[in-house]
Structure formats: structure tokens, C-alpha cells
């Protein structure tokens, strides 16, 4: 180990660090799980150049390597262990390009998603992709997991937003996939494949993705409370089915709205499930008019502002969720994804299981998207057996219900172990074949996803 | 062969067809091409069933096969030559679901654009994926070649609209890609990776399709002359560039209106170039008077209405273009697609282009994606040296300009000679690898697109 470390340095030069702060960082991330032991080294590239000689040298020496933009993310995809070379991409920080004209940006993989939307403001565009960590995760992170966030339902996911990527295969050749212009049909849709991909079969180095001019006319904000979670459900069903496509669509369930009021000190009736909808652009207010009607004829109390400060104040709620958590003990946060009309039937189930595993669960869903996050409260650090068990059933239920184990935050390591109950055995071994066309050696991120 | 005409017919039955009509239809399509020599059989495929054990048989006898729709593509990617099983799914035509609440329908590949959308109109829904070929193309073969069409800069393409499909692969295994949910990251997304793929990797005999609320509102419509495409090119690249968003943008240049006016009978100044625009939604009345400000601003003449006999009139002078082309001659369609702030420098370089080479080309752009159809017409079936030498020079000039060599018509055989310009040979390897991952015999559509 000693002389690959030293052989490594010797490539590479100063940007190999073996610092114990950098070591441990790379066991982590924002999953909760942490790796038995510490990676062999940390590469911190700042040019495709270098992440080509990592590569190239890994594949001389068939040494691993696990590809690391901010560290944010909640599958244990980007966290490394004993033998691993870390490939960290978070210098690669460089606005490259903005285009108002043709509506993109060119970008490294670490300039962090919020950073890029700063960087576009003055020119009325904005980059729509919005997990709730722009402020804290990367746009090569983004494209590798195929971001989800809040704004999915009406401006997609990360996929409806990259026109190409440049990538470093594990032998060290760099390939340009995708298209500069809107449309593009020459070959296999290669850019495609790699978003998503979960650092499984190349290095993002370089991005050009989609931006678009900001939403125009004045944003409507509705904060509705339900004495039921399944009528809340039911209500963010209806919205979507009546043709109204709110920019975000929040629903937080009864304990999640406990927990909330708790950490805020508000005055929240127990057994309330709170549904925000925010609608934007040139229909907003129609929009606002319709999903309020329908809110009201399903039981909900709202309330309806186009005051921003008003606005805030109800999304200050949405926001406190994960610290609420937090202040609560370990959690767990889980991300499965339903049609939408079997939100009702997922909020039903989410509360059957928790009461008959004896668990805590509180659940946030972007339900405009049928997407639920059922955050597992637990103390200490370790997931107890019944945490697990309910986490088994919930998957089961989701994908019985035509749904799938994970709507935005990947598989990484942490959802292996269920990959195979929604793909089955034989496209399991197909993606396995494709991602041994791009990394023969089974070299990058080895262990995860597949 | 005739061993093998028998095994086949054998082994199938009576969806085996030889009749001269069925072998002579499948050796063309919509581009002009047509294969040296009649393909060994036509399946006329009535179920997944039929897919699998047709499959089977070409894997267990080395045939090769040819997936056919409706024929109407524009590359030759459906034509069929000697010793070729042509797979028809245009008999699986049926439509197995629509889901207001979950906003989708679920097809077999064989359903005809246009119908889908006849079915869906009573829910108040559509599929938004518009090739000018709707009337008469396959929701399959829009799937397999990703298909544009006139809608994609609001809407986008087909790709943007498809959730799952049902493939069968080279050795008649049934596999499921993709989610009936809108999010969903469990592993590669093979779902995407099928889209405009050309039936090159698998079979597509079932699709679950994303469908849409119809747009609300008024939709607002925009004739406008100019003097110069160059000019009228320039507004419609500022019109995206402001951030308008045009349900559609279509730009015909002089060469082209010329056509369609001798075509109609129209009195239509010699050089004028005409730009139709449409906008539509909440916005469509603010987006319209903003387009109309940018094309007068630009030296445009411009008549606004949002009367619909007299947007169908503007309209149908768009709809004659193909008409009155081949009233003229034999026609080659091309299809580049450049950034859009690239398309005055395209305009020019097709006019300069055309008189180097002394070759006759009209041609119609969706402007909002960038996407150019040139249009060489000639007399006689076979096309000139100097059509190709032009086209091949048109091909090198997009890419120049950062585009690329087919925005939405596929490569089929037409453009398979020029990929290897774009991708390179080392990213036609890696896709040809790709392929041989699913189809290790290169078994479908073989020799086509790559």
C-alpha cells in the first residue's frame, strides 16, 4: 500500500493528499454511513488533465477510485474505503461559459449549483435544477445522481438540463457526449446514460447544461392544513390531475408538522398535515385560483399570498423540516417515489408501518412529483434492525403501488441491496455488462449501485 | 434462404408474410432510399409474444432483422435489404391505458401519433412530441428515433416524454426500462438510452408515455416578412434569446416561399423570407407582443391574430413547403441543427453553399431549436454528385458552427458516413460496444448508424 502511495505521489505530485482531515472526510457523507476504514489517498484534481493521469495510473496499477464532488449526498455513493483512491473534483470549480444567447452554461463538475445561479442572475436566467442542497452540492454531483429537488414536477430534473458532459473513462480518455445545441440525434444518447450514473462509469469533468430566462409575473404561495394526511395527499393528486402544474408542491405529514412546530415554537393543532403550492409564471394566479378550489372542496383550510415576506414565512416551515429532524435524533433519509395518484395509498401505508414496527417516521414528499422522503428518527448511530425492517417493507410497498426504491438521491451503497427486487436479475446483469464497455476493470466506485 | 423462408414461416406461422407488396414496401421509407433488394420475409407482429419468438428465431438462425413502424422515417433506418426479417409492430396498434391522474398512457409501438392524441383530447390531455409526420407516424418509431418536430423548444422532444418502454432484446428477452413515475433513479437509465436508438439495441413493444394537460389560454399568431433571412433568422435567435418561448417557430426562406407561393398561387415579393410564430398558454398574448416588438425592431413586417381561420391561413403556407417541393422535383431533406444564435451564419452559409455548388436548395427551419431542413430538389431518382458534395460541405459547416449532423431525423444509412466527423472513432467504438452488449450478433438493423 505503502509503494502504490508512494508511486501515486510520485505521478501526480502535490495534489495527492493523505491528511487525516481529507481521509476521514472521504468516508462520509451526507447518508450518515461511514466506510470501516480510510481511503489510500485523496486526489484533488483541478484540471481534466489531471483526473486523466489519475485514471490512467489506476488502471496501470487496477487501483479503485470513487469520484467525489461536495460529499453531499445520501446514498453513500461518494464515500471511499480501505484501498481507494479519492478523486475529488471540487476544484474544479470554473464558471467556463455563459451563453444568454443560446440559454447554457459550460461548467466544471465542482462549482456548486447555487454559485452558477448567482453567477446567471444578472442576466435574467437561472439554472433550473434546485435539490434542496444547491447551496451545498455541486453540479457534477447533480448530473452524477440526476438531481431531484423541489421544482421537478413543472422544470424536471437535472436530465431535462444537460446538453452535454465531457468524461474521463477509466483507462484516462476523455469523450464529449451530448450536443451544444437543443436537439441532437447522432448515435446512442450517450450524455443520457452518464447522468444518473453515480460516478459508475466515467468522470464528469465538464458540463453544458440548459439555463432559462427567470419565471415571469408574480409567484402565488398557498399553505393549506388538512385534518387528514390522506386528503392532503389527495388534494396534491387532484392539482396535478386537474392540469394545474404548480413550481412546487410540499406536503408534510402530521408528525413531520409536530416536529416542526416543536423546533419553531408555533402553535400547530395535532394531527395536521400541512400542503404548500407555490404556482409561478404568466398563469400564476389562475393557477393559485384553481388549486385552491380544489384544496377547499377536499376539506383543506388555506390561506393564499402574493406577499413575499407572507410567502417566506410559510416556507420557512418547509425548510425547518430537516434541522426539526435533527434536533430529534439520528435520521435516516429515505426517498421512494410513487405515481401520483398512489400518494393517498403511500401516506396510508408509510403510517401502518411505523405503527407496526414501532418506529418514528415523518415524512416530507414533493408531491407534485408523487416523490416521499419517511425521515427514520432513531437514537445513537446505529440503524437499529427495526428501522431496517420497516425501511424493507416501505420499498416493497412503493414498488407494489408501480412505483420505484428511489426517486432522486440514488442508489449508491445504501439501496444495493433492493436494486435487484425492481430490475430483476437479468437487466441487473445487463447494466453490469454496459457499465464493464466503459470500466473493464471494475474500477470506479466499485461496490456501489450495482 | 428458401430453407430459411420455411423454418421461419414454420416457426411463426401466418404472420409470415412474402407478398410482393409487403417485401417491396419494406425496402423503402420516407428518404428517397430504397435497398438493392428485397428483405427474405415481412413478421407482421401482433403481440410481444410474436417480438420474442420472431427473435428468437434470428438469434438461433444468425437473421438478420429490421424493426419496421410505419415506414415514414427520413434516414432509411427501417428499410430492409437480401436476407433480412423485417419486423412489423404496426399491427400492435392498440392503446392499453390512458391515466388522467397520472398524467400517462401506456401504448404499443404500432399506435399512430395522431390517434393517440384523438384518444386523449376527451380527458382534456396530449402527447406533446409533434413531428410534422404525426398523422401518419408510430409513437415506436418516434420513440426509436427520438423524434422532434415543430413543438420541441417549449415542449421539447420525444425523449422528454417517454417514462418506460418494454424492449425485447437480439435473443427474445423481455426487459422493462424505465418508471411510471415522473422521477426515478434506480441504476443506468436504459429508458433513455433505448430513445433514438434506431432499432439498433432491442425491440420496443410497449411504451408508457408522458401526457399533458392541453395548454389553457389563447394561442397568439405571428406572420412576419423580411427582407433578409439573414434578418429574420437573427430575430428569431433574439426572440429565445429574451427569453420569449414560442410554442412554435418556424422560418422559410426565400428559396422556399417562392415554392410554396408558386405552389398556392400567392403573390409573394421574390426574397422575402417568412417567420411564423406561435405562442400559447397564460403568457401567449405577453409573448407575442414581445416577439413582435424584437421581429419590427429587426426589419420585420408582421401581422399579429389570434383568429383562428386566419392563424390557419399563415399556417398553411408553413404546410404547403413539402407540397410544393415535390411539385418541383425529386427532394433529399436534410436536418442539421446549430446553436440557435448560429442560425443567420447557417442561413448564409446555405445560400453560399447552394451557388458554389450549383444546386437548388430550399429550406425550412424550426428556428427556437436551431434545427434547419435544408431541402435539395433535383430531377431524375438518383442524387447528383453535387447534391452530396453540397450536403457533405453543409454537414462539416454545422458541426463547425457547434452543431450537429441530425437534430431529429436519426443517421440511419443516410448519415452513417459522416458520424465518425462528429463522435470520433473513439466514441463510435465505445457505442458500437454498447450495441454489442445487447445484440452480441449484430443481429439488428445491422450496417445502420454505425
Known sequence: MTSTLAKLSDTLGDIVSVSTADLEAARADKSGHVSDAAPLAVVHARSIDDVQRTMRYATETGTPVVTRGAGTGLAGGAIAGAGEIVLSTIGMNRILEISRDDELAVVQPGVINADLNTALEPSGLWFAPDPASRAISTIGGNIATNAGGLLCAKYGVTRESVLGVKVVLADGRLMEFGHRTVKGVTGLDLAGLMIGSEGTLGVIVEATVKVQALPQGIASTI???????????RAAAVITATGIRPAIMELLDPNAMASIADHLGLDVRPGQSFLLVQTDGHGAS????????????LGGDAEHTTDPAESARLFGMRRAFHPAMEARGTVLIEDVCVPRSAL????????????????DIATVAHAGDGNLHPNFVFQGVDVPAAVWAA???????????????????????????????????????????????FDPQGLLNRGKVF
Chains 1, 2 share one sequence.
Open 344 to 359: 393517498p395509498a403511500m401516506f396510508n401505508a408509510i403510517t401502518a408501518i411505523a405503527g407496526k414496527h414501532g418506529v
Open 223 to 233: 399553505g393549506a392544513w388538512f385534518a387528514s394526511v390522506e386528503d392532503a395527499a
Open 391 to 437: 425501511a424493507d417493507e416501505l420499498f416493497l410497498t412503493a414498488l407494489r403501488l408501480g412505483g420505484t426504491l428511489t426517486g432522486e438521491h440514488g442508489v449508491g451503497l445504501l439501496k444495493k441491496r433492493w436494486l435487484g427486487e425492481e430490475l430483476g436479475s437479468e437487466q441487473l446483469e445487463l447494466q453490469r455488462s454496459i457499465k464493464g464497455v
Open 286 to 297: 389562475v393557477g393559485a385560483e384553481n388549486a385552491l378550489a380544489v384544496i377547499r372542496s
